[in-house]
């Protein structure tokens, strides 16, 4: 029997939609993405995943066609996107990776749905009628509805949180008005606090952005060693309250404003910004090349991203030759012996360490995170900042021997990879407080993480969702016990979390703008997801931990087979193993005490990596020998 069908994805109006169903008896509604799912299940209109005609194999082959697009998609005009040395599409792969990874997933499940089903109606409420057009049978009654889904990239969009009390208010702008607003703003913090940097200091070393209140001792201990550094915090700014600006007070901190070498680069950033329209506009109608790499099963879907895909280009190219001739300028002015960064994959600090390098200037990388050590993700190490691949930064100061035996399991040069610890970590193992027993057990959230074809999934996240429901449950039918949520900073995952709470119980407490280090003290246990960087810093502490491990690579990971922690991969077993942890006092300790044993051999100088990492940079800069 031939079927009525509705394809549906972020973007469609729901009110059409259901006007559309009420004129059809039968019908199928598949949905292209989480928050299309979300919004129908919410109203309970019946409806199916398209993902789930997807099988292994195709999630492979979505992950080799967009490894292989991300680094060869401007191949061609690879000549011609050079600005200053600078490569501009390699500035962006990160973002870039994980922006195809999504475009190219919704073609190839809409391919295998049409393929595989005996059509009679099919209502498009996506951007792909193009696509769809040429997979069609004639026979096929077709109707197409405009979607106002918005393809972007992830940084496009920015949450700029005012801190107020423990929940923050969130402002959402786009990329382009925050970048407005912070050129005042900064102009004027700069001129009121005296932060604009002095040129005569020497053998400077320059901060790319890091956020002063997490790295809050590092800075304290380079200013002790006399140090000088400087911050250049281009996406968000350095100074985002109050807080933050008591430590650059306290730190005597100095902040970088590109925007006043603007006028010495000014005709350079022009000239090159016209002649990268010239490119652009030839790219743009170059539809044969790009439909060659945009396709599915040699069936292009190119004309349904096109104009998105040029306007993502032109803004993110654009954006860069100006801060590429900025930094010019700014590294001309300015004695800078080193860069340091806590990430070297991003767009803006690519910039910082390519043109860094024309200045013979060093760049140094400090690990941001536990690194996930299963070895599927090292197809994708290129663009997570991890270690199989050659890395772009120069050296990397990493938390402890298990990250520099990882990283030299890779061919690393030993004498790339410094032991320093984490100085974000030190008011963690340097918080004295008692332990209480409140009865608070703490889920540190985090969700899907769009590193590969299968984890952009509605799937995976409701998996996420899933254990979410199982630990609020439990806990709420324990007696003397209490939910805390801890969200996660991105603001992606943060709109989930709430929207989680607002379904299920609107008296849970989330929380943001708390240190973790007295949160996750006074807690009877932290629950995370995933082997999550949180789970160490619970660890530091003494807490137990648990790990709902929602994907079958989380097993592999290190954390996970040292005994530090309970993994959980089975939403049956959440709860003996939270009432294993609450009354069985001598599995409790032997948790604690196997987290410390992992912790031991994880990270080095607790307590003290500020003093340690600031020693090193300090002996980076002098040339001496630090080993």
Sequence with gaps: MKKNIFLVNNGTDIELLLKEIEKLSEYIIYTLDYDIHKKLEKKNIKHYLGEDILDKNDFEEIDQTVIHLTKDCFSKYKNSLIFNQVSLPELIEHEFFQYLLQQFLKPYIILKLIQQSDINLLYDFTNYSDFIKKIISDNVKYFHFQSSEN??????????????????IHLELSRKTFTKL?????????????????????QNVLLVNFDVVEF?????????????YLLLNT???AITG????????????????????YKNAKSNIYSSKQSFQKILSTMINDDDYFEKSFSVNNIPFWSCIKQSFFKMCSTRFTESIERIF???????????????????????EKECIMMGKQFSIDSVMIQHGRFQ????????????GQFPRPMLSDKQIVWGETTKKYALSYDHPEKNIIIGGSPRHDKFFNHNEKKSSNG????????????????????????????????????????????????????????????????LDTSITLVENTDNQELFSDCDMVITFNNSTTALEALSLGTPVISLQTESWALEDDIAQSNAIVSISNLSDCESSIMKILNDSEFRKNLVRNGYRFLSYYMNNQGDASNSVALILKNLISKNDIY
Excluded at 151 to 168: Q, R, T
Excluded at 192 to 198: A, Q
Excluded at 373 to 384: E, G, M, N, V
């Design 151 to 168: 393809l972007s990239l992830y940084h496009d969009k920015v949450i700029f949180s005012i801190p107020i009390g423990s929940n923050p």
């Design 235 to 237: 996406r968000k700014p």
């Design 216 to 228: 809050e001792n590092l800075l304290s201990s380079l200013n002790k060693l006399n140090v000088n």
């Design 373 to 384: 050590t299963s070895k599927i993700w090292d197809k994708f190490a290129t663009f997570l």
């Design 440 to 503: 608070n057990i703490i889920l540190a959230t985090t969700g899907t993480m769009f590193l590969s074809a299968d984890t952009c999934t509605s799937n995976s996240q409701i998996r996420y969702d899933d254990y979410f429901r199982e630990i609020y449950r439990i806990i709420k039918s324990l007696n003397g016990k209490k939910l805390i949520v801890k969200s996660h900073p991105s603001q992606i995952l943060r709109k989930i979390v709430q929207d989680l709470i607002n379904e």
């Design 242 to 261: 109050k807080k933050s600006l008591q430590v650059i007070k306290n730190t005597n901190s100095k902040i970088v404003n590109l925007n006043y070498f």
């Design 182 to 202: 912070k050129k005042p703003l900064q102009t004027f913090t700069d001129a009121f606090y005296d932060l604009k940097p002095s040129i005569e200091k020497k």
């Design 326 to 348: 900025l930094l010019k300028e700014f590294l001309t002015s300015y004695d800078i012996a080193l860069n340091f960064l806590w990430i070297d994959v991003g767009q803006e």
